[in-house]
Structure formats: C-alpha cells, structure tokens
C-alpha cells in the first residue's frame, strides 16, 4: 500500500468518507454527524491519507488540530484528533489500518502535536481493538460525544515536546 497526503476534499478523499459514512449507517443506522472542516486537515493544523493499492484507494486516515477549548477539560494545547480511519473491507487483515494509524501519528508528532485522540463507537470492537494494541487508553468523552453512550474515546502521548516530564518517568 502507498500512502499519499491528499486535500481532505480530494475526490479520492471523499470517495473514501462516504464509503466510511455508508459503514456508519449499517452499524449505527445513521452517518457520523461530527462537524468536519474541510480546511481544518490542511498542513500544518491537519493531514489527511489515502492508502493506495494498485491504483484504488483502499485506506483512508487523517488528523486536525484540537488544543484546549474553554469548557472542555479533556482537550489540552498540542491535541490531534484522529478522523476517518477506514479500510475497505475487502482490504482488511492485512495490516493497512495499522500502517495509516502509524503515518497518522507521525505526521502529527512532526508538526508538533502532543497526544493523538480519538472516538470510536461501541458497534466498532476492531478499531476499539487496534487503538489498545497500539497504546491508546480510555479517556472521556470530549467535545460533541461528552455524553453519547455509545461513544468510546481515547489517547496517547506521541511526544514530550511542550509537555513537563516529571524526573522518574
């Protein structure tokens, strides 16, 4: 798979979300109404990926920029929040999901940004699963899913840069 840095609204981009968006409406029986900015995914605040095989976008992930809002404890300067990590069906188990997330991650840290956050939901265990294996922990609920029960939210630290670190750890 070759992952290519695209305009979140890249036509191979939005073929990507709505395909996300049609996974949505099986497993949750609507689309993830999450605002989304387009321009919120431009460099250097953002990133969006398209996994390539073959030619044919297969994977898709992206990060925009989330510092601290006023009202919000559980966002904090430095935070990046995850968006749209897809892998089309007939592409999973091969470890595309996991490559996106690793160039999510690294793409973020490279423009300064602290701790990767996320939310998932609870009818998607695999991506619940591929978060833990990769580092990620439970936190609350932050910004539009503060209180949606089947929302699953987490982080993980991805630099120290502009974080205290405390001596012994």
């Known amino acids: 798979m070759i992952l290519r840095p695209l305009p979140f609204d890249h036509p191979d981009a939005?073929?990507?979300?709505?395909?996300?968006?049609q996974e949505m409406v099986v497993r949750y029986g609507g689309p993830d109404e999450t605002p989304v900015d387009p321009r919120e995914f431009d460099p250097p605040a953002g990133m969006f990926l398209v996994g390539y095989v073959d030619g044919v976008p297969v994977a898709s992930g992206g990060w925009r920029a989330r510092d601290a809002v006023a009202g919000d404890p559980q966002l904090a300067a430095g935070d990046a929040e995850i968006k749209r990590m897809y892998v089309?069906?007939?592409h999973r188990g091969r470890g595309y999901a996991r490559a996106v997330l690793a160039e999510v991650e690294r793409t973020a840290v490279a423009a300064g940004r602290v701790r990767m956050i996320l939310e998932t939901g609870t009818a998607q265990p695999e991506a619940m699963e591929l978060y833990r294996s990769?580092?990620?922990?439970?936190?609350?609920g932050f910004?539009?899913?503060r209180g949606e029960p089947d929302s699953?939210?987490?982080?993980?630290?991805?630099?120290c840069v502009g974080r205290p670190v405390l001596p012994g750890r």
Do not use: D, L
């Open 14 to 21: 939005q073929a990507m979300i709505a395909a996300i968006q």
């Open 143 to 145: 910004g539009t899913y």
């Open 152 to 159: 699953r939210c987490f982080s993980k630290i991805v630099s």
């Open 88 to 90: 089309e069906p007939a």
């Open 134 to 140: 990769a580092g990620y922990a439970p936190m609350p």
